[in-house]
Nanobody, 115 residues
Framework: QVQLVESGGGLVEAGGSLRLSCAAS????????MGWFRQAPGKQRELVAL???????VYADSVKGRFTISGDNAKIAVYLQMNSLKPEDTAVYCC?????????WGQGTQVTVSS
């Protein structure tokens, strides 16, 4: 079993910054395969950023240059630094970890960007 707990969401004005954290516990020993997804009201869930199984970082085009994913293998945690936030970044942000082909999800944290 893997448990994921996100934190760091909130309300911020456009142009502001937030840092999300996702801490993993249970049968997980690496941050590889961890990433962030988001879902806005009325829209499908979409990839924001992830650390691949090979350790590379991947970003959605819409966040490139503004968001940075990083991780700490000692803590089994990943972070999402979000800068230059836009109202269209408003969504519930969820952390995901893939273990042996199975997806684990956190409960999510709300990010709201006001214009």
């Amino acid at each position: 079993q893997v448990q994921l707990v996100e934190s760091g969401g909130g309300l911020v004005e456009a142009g502001g910054s937030l840092r999300l954290s996702c801490a993993a516990s249970g049968s997980v020993f690496s941050i590889n395969g961890m990433g962030w997804f988001r879902q806005a009201p009325g829209k499908q869930r979409e990839l924001v950023a992830l650390i691949t199984s090979g350790g590379r970082t991947v970003y959605a085009d819409s966040v490139k240059g503004r968001f940075t994913i990083s991780g700490d293998n000692a803590k089994i945690a990943v972070y999402l630094q979000m800068n230059s936030l836009k109202p269209e970044d408003t969504a519930v942000y969820c952390c995901r970890k893939v273990v042996e082909g199975y997806e684990y999800w956190g409960q999510g944290t709300q990010v709201t960007v006001s214009s």
